[in-house]
């Protein structure tokens, strides 16, 4: 006889809440969600920004936060934790899903890589190209890379808005393109947006990239246990005068891919535990002794089911998606329109180098170079993928909201400079966007009319 209870011998408020948390789950791991929260997020601060109340939205983010101990006090702005700080963890998930494609996804095979890489490339030359054609003044050149990042929340949730129907492998594709796209920004970061390094900082950062392999080598799998390590590499990169959200990318790239080696098998102590446990008498009490040690096994083998890349990535996302992003256009998109002098020191050229570096030159580098590598022979489209999907590929990479402010900050002191800079990426991404779902429409009729099967939201299992 089943002692179990059944779903409805629940009571009704506990039905409710685990169906309540379940909707949840699905809602938030609906990739177009993020993308609009995103979205609302930016216009909350435009809003804001341009109100009665603008005076609260610049002195919040200028609110100095401290953390000290003993004698020692850090103290910063708010937007310095949000964007030095917080932002290390959306680089901490960018450097794990860079790891995890080049382990088994799309970055894992050359010749399967080899056109995104190409068409990258190509989105990140053409538009720095365009923009460098307006911008020839020595500050305003500063900021040729602004335009070349893609962001991969609101291009990914721009295409899941068009529905089942656009074929996986433009999503593949995409997701290449774009993390390429963000292993070139970082590098960029890197090598031409930081000041003169102090090397005596990449002491500190070494000696926690030490511990880290210290800890990994140890088989410690628990993420708590790399907080601290992890923090060291950063104060380390603060000190060398490297952006220290370079941190979350090295240690996102340290992650290990595949799960922490056990005595046994996490399946076989799942197995043997739940074994033990379903061997004893039903109607005894349970020993909280008795059961302490096999608990401790069971969450242990749990969590190694999954490796580290996986888990952690997973544990983050939501965190990522729906908190840092949120928070960080909340706090850097508002730019103030009503003071804005687009005629003082060539803003308006900023404005418009950075918008059509966007929305013409990102197309136009992604489709022009992946035209070049097929016409040469040098690679072949994706199976499933025609150029109509190339150039929605190329339309939604033009979309660099997030990365691409975060470089504007970088390469820009003028506040005057700054918000054009920040007003083309949000004017361009928006216009891309909305090109980039006009012509998805389009694309997915022309699916439909060629493959019925297409249309149904049938996966394509066939190469063209």
């Keep these: 006889m089943n002692q179990h209870p059944s779903r409805q011998d629940l009571p009704r408020a506990q039905r409710l809440t685990e169906r309540a948390f379940a909707t949840l789950e699905r809602f938030l791991h609906i990739e177009a969600v993020s993308g609009i929260v995103l979205l609302v997020a930016a216009a ?21 936060l401290s953390f000290g101990l003993g004698g020692f006090v850090f ?15 959306f680089f901490l998930v960018v450097g794990m899903e860079i790891r995890r494609e080049m382990h088994e996804g799309a970055l894992s095979n050359l010749r399967q890589a080899s ?9 990140v030359v053409v538009p720095a190209l365009i923009y460098l054609a307006l911008n020839g003044d020595a500050v305003r050149r500063h900021g040729w890379a602004v335009p070349t990042a893609t962001d991969i929340a609101f291009a990914v949730g721009v295409l899941a808005l068009l529905g089942r129907s656009i074929p996986g492998n433009v ?5 290449a393109l ?49 907080v601290v390590p992890g923090a060291i590499v950063w104060i380390g990169l603060l000190m060398t005068g490297a952006h220290p959200t370079l941190a979350g990318v090295v240690l996102g790239l340290m992650t290990p891919v595949v799960p922490v080696r056990m005595r046994e098998r996490p399946l076989d102590v799942l197995s043997r535990i ?3 446990l379903t061997g004893t008498d039903a109607n005894a009490r349970p020993d909280p002794n008795h059961l302490a040690q096999p608990l401790r096994q069971l969450r242990l083998a749990q969590r190694e089911l999954l490796p580290p890349v996986v888990r952690v990535q997973s544990a983050l996302h939501p965190w990522v998606a729906y908190g840092v992003m949120p928070l960080f256009a ?31 030159g990102k197309p136009l580098g992604v489709v022009t170079v992946s035209w070049l590598m097929v016409r040469l022979g040098w690679c072949r489209l994706p199976p499933g993928v025609s150029w109509g999907g190339i150039w929605l590929i190329g339309l939604l990479a033009g979309i660099g909201f997030t990365m691409s402010i975060f470089i504007a900050m970088l390469a820009f002191t003028d506040d005057t400079l700054l918000g054009a800079a920040k007003l083309g990426v949000l004017m361009g991404s928006l ?5 980039g779902m006009a012509w998805g429409v389009v694309y997915v009729r022309r699916q439909g009319r060629k493959n019925p099967a297409v249309a149904q939201g049938h996966p394509i299992t066939h190469a063209n």
Excluded: C, K
């Excluded at 999503?171 to 997701?175: E, I, S, T």
């Excluded at 390429?180 to 970082?186: E, P």
């Excluded at 030490?210 to 799998?221: C, D, K």
């Excluded at 216009?431 to 090109?435: G, I, N, R, S, Y």
């Design 44 to 64: 909350i601060a435009l809003i804001w920004a341009n109100s009665s109340l603008a005076d609260s939205y610049h002195h919040l983010w200028h609110t100095p």
């Design 115 to 123: 056109l995104p890489i190409a068409a990258a490339l190509g989105g």
């Design 178 to 226: 774009a993390i390429i796209d963000d292993i070139i920004a970082v590098l960029i970061i890197a090598l031409f947006y930081s000041g003169g390094l102090d090397y005596s900082g990449f002491a500190v950062a070494g000696a926690g990239l030490v511990l880290v392999l210290g800890l990994q080598q140890m088989g410690i799998g628990s993420a708590f246990a790399y």
């Design 274 to 276: 739940a074994a033990e």
């Design 75 to 89: 103290s910063q702005s708010l937007h310095f934790w949000i964007n030095d700080a917080l932002m290390t963890v």
């Design 330 to 360: 909340l706090a850097n998109a508002g730019v103030s329109l009503g003071g804005m002098d687009l005629s003082a020191g060539g803003a308006q050229w900023v404005v418009a180098g950075v918008m059509l570096a966007l929305v013409l």
């Design 171 to 175: 999503r593949v594709f995409l997701l």
């Design 431 to 435: 216009v891309a966007a909305l090109l």
